[in-house]
């Protein structure tokens, strides 16, 4: 039964737009998760979150959970963490405080960070019971994205903005506020009195969402704002869903998905307009891998050269065969995950049932095991990759090749892989 919330969203005055989108982040009206959680960082905006997340809470019968990730990056982390939790505590909202433990990180820190940051609030929700965590992003970082994307010279994909919503491991995270202002939430928590810590590198020019920053507010005098960047998010962002519907009828026609490997027919395949069939197969990269980028230009090049030709391929983890006029891309076996507890994910994506033993890939000593196999019709090198529940070196069950009496399933599917990516 749908609540309404009007009359007291009528009496909180110049809080009640705000409130309005905090309300919503619980999700469809009158079936709102029993318990949601806010990642809070100390700064303006997730704090503002936090308390308009609060008094949300308390008026449609929320629990909600904090949390704070430590990236262990500055001196300041482990006191903002501290303040956040003091805070919490004010609300009594239950405060917990992830930390990355890390040595030396190659490559790129920042998406390191990032790609850290998810991953623990994501173990930490599931843990927790918790479907839904809430960020505080604002139209202000949509804008700075925006530029960033300009700089790279990116395409539809990198320019259409921050998505209201995406999943990791089957954990919702939400971003009610992406259509205000980080001047609301500021002005918010100024007419409250309420405080916040302003992170010092914010002020540093190494960083690209700085110089982004930066470059904005230059460009205010041309009426180029967070105002008309939002417009122009929002519409290349309906482009970018027609693109991604196109792209998921494309792959109802030339593909078929069995045991967590797509069945390309080639033919079909060939005569799709030249960039769904780019877009396709960085879908089914990203889909089979788990990578949470596209391959690089290059490597997609030749991989399209590749199969253009007729010949097999492997990229990011991902084999492609032929058989029989169509291509089957699989996992490629030693990119599998290694072996997780029964009941756990394994490989990112893979739900086998049983409460004992250990999943990990069925591989050519499990499929030995399975009398049955040939009868699913599976080529080898895809059976091979789909998980097995063990007991040592014996198996106890494997759905996919047809031995036991588990069931396995394989999510997100490729078309909701597609139209969520």
């Not at 009007?6 to 005055?13: I, R, T």
């Not at 919702?172 to 810590?197: G, N, V």
């Amino acid at each position: 039964m749908s609540v309404d919330h009007s009359q007291w969203l009528a009496a909180q005055g110049d809080d009640a737009p705000l409130l309005t989108r905090a309300l919503a982040a619980g999700g469809a009206a009158g079936a709102p998760p029993a318990t949601l959680a806010v990642a809070v960082s100390g700064g303006s905006d997730s704090m503002a979150m936090l308390h308009l997340m609060a008094r949300a809470a308390r008026e449609a019968g929320w629990a909600l959970k904090a949390v704070t990730v430590d990236h262990r990056l500055r001196r300041e982390a482990a006191e903002e963490a501290a303040f956040v939790g003091e805070t919490c505590a004010g609300l009594m909202v239950p405060h917990e405080v992830l930390v990355w433990d890390h040595g030396d990180v190659p490559g790129n820190l920042m998406q390191a960070a990032r790609e850290a940051r998810y991953g623990l609030m994501a173990a930490w929700a599931k843990r927790q019971g918790l479907g839904v965590v809430t960020l505080a992003h604002t139209a202000d970082d949509q804008a700075e994205t925006f530029l960033m994307g300009l700089s790279r010279a990116a395409g539809l994909d990198g320019l259409s903005g921050m998505r209201p919503e995406f999943a990791i491991d089957g954990v919702a995270f939400r971003r009610p506020f992406l259509s205000q202002t980080r001047a609301e939430l500021r002005a918010y928590m100024t007419r409250h009195k309420l405080p916040w810590i302003d992170d010092p590198s914010n002020d540093n020019d190494r960083f690209t969402r700085i110089k982004a920053r930066r470059a904005l507010r230059a460009l205010g005098p041309l009426g180029i704002s967070v105002g008309e960047l939002s417009a122009v998010i929002s519409n290349l962002s309906a482009v970018q869903g027609l693109v991604q519907h196109a792209v998921a009828v494309a792959a109802q026609e030339a593909a078929a998905e069995v045991a967590g490997a797509l069945r390309v027919e080639g033919r079909a395949f060939g005569a799709l307009h030249p960039e769904t069939r780019r877009r396709l197969l960085i879908a089914a990269v990203r889909w089979v891998s788990g990578a949470h980028h596209p391959p690089r230009e290059a490597k997609l090049a030749a991989l399209e050269r590749a199969l253009s030709l007729g010949k097999d391929a492997t990229l990011g983890g991902v084999r492609f065969r032929w058989r029989d006029q169509a291509c089957w891309v699989s996992r490629e076996a030693r990119a599998c995950g290694g072996p997780v507890p029964a009941g756990q994910v394994w490989d990112g994506r893979w739900h086998l049932t049983g409460k004992v033993g250990e999943v990990r890939a069925l591989g050519p000593e499990g499929l030995r095991q399975c009398p049955d196999w040939r009868a699913t019709g599976l080529p080898r090198q895809v059976l091979e990759v789909t998980p097995g529940l063990w007991q040592g070196a014996l198996l106890q069950a494997a759905p996919c090749a047809i031995f036991g009496r588990e069931a396995a399933t394989c999510a997100p599917s490729f078309k909701e892989f597609i139209l969520s990516h």
